[in-house]
């Protein structure tokens, strides 16, 4: 739940990043209507403690996923809006301006060698002591045999693949802010679709809290409607004063 809480802050920092590092002007409407999202979300992720009250009990655990999420969803936020100036580059500028489909060739080629070399650092000790190859055997029996599971992994990776590629497409019409938002909303479909397609139960606290975040959501488009019909009208110049005649 800590995760999930965590990883709802995305949209705040899509407006620093945007504000601070990028330079783009939000309205205070926009600032506003983030808190309901942000926090509608939050609080339908929340659990209960062992008192019984909304929340969760901070340890070490927790705390380092709290870190570890907010971190992620920083580190989102901030590639959403940097990937969004390489789509509105000039061809100048960038060989991979105005294609999502480029760009996400890019980024994977860039980010494939850092992973790479984090998962032999965290995982190759693993590996080498054998440990690697039981997990594995593990995994597989779990799914019914190796078979099965290299197909559901295929399967993950095409996936996610798909998933990460149309956002890009998405990010091309939205702005990164929206997109932010937009992906805070995914948890919200997600838990519509398993209530609705798998017949999950739903709680008072979680209808509660997308209830609100839906209503943010709405304050955001209009306050959004609102700032951008301002920006394309532009500052009001007042007329030139009219030339006075001189008496003959």
């Known amino acids: 739940c800590y995760a999930h809480t965590a990883k709802a802050s995305e949209p705040f920092f899509a407006a620093l990043i945007a504000t601070f590092i990028f330079g783009k002007k939000l309205s205070w409407r926009v600032w506003v209507s983030l808190v309901p999202i942000v926090g509608g979300v939050a609080y339908s992720s929340l659990g209960r403690t062992a008192s019984g009250a909304v929340g969760f009990s901070l340890d070490a655990s927790v705390a380092y996923a709290l870190a570890a999420s ?109 997109s932010s938002v937009g992906n805070v909303l995914k948890r919200v479909f997600v838990v519509g679709s398993n209530v609705l397609l798998m017949g999950g139960a739903v709680t008072n606290q979680q209808l509660t809290g997308f209830g609100i975040a839906m209503i943010g959501v709405l304050f955001y488009s209009l306050a959004s409607k609102m700032q951008a019909s301002a920006e394309s009208a532009g500052p009001t110049e007042s007329p030139p004063p009219k030339a006075q005649l001189s008496a003959a």
């Open 70 to 178: 907010i971190v992620c969803a920083c580190s989102l936020a901030f590639h959403n809006a940097s990937i969004k100036g390489s789509l509105k580059a000039g061809p100048e500028e960038s060989p991979v301006a105005g294609s999502p489909l480029r760009v996400y060739a890019r980024v994977l080629v860039r980010a494939a060698p850092v992973a790479l070399a984090l998962t032999l650092a965290f995982e190759g000790g693993l590996w080498a002591s054998g440990g690697g190859g039981a997990a594995v055997a593990q995994a597989a029996a779990a799914m019914g045999g190796h078979a099965q599971l290299a197909t559901q992994v295929a399967l993950g990776g095409l996936s996610f693949y798909l998933y990460n590629q149309m956002a890009l497409i998405c990010l091309d019409s939205l702005t990164p802010l929206s």
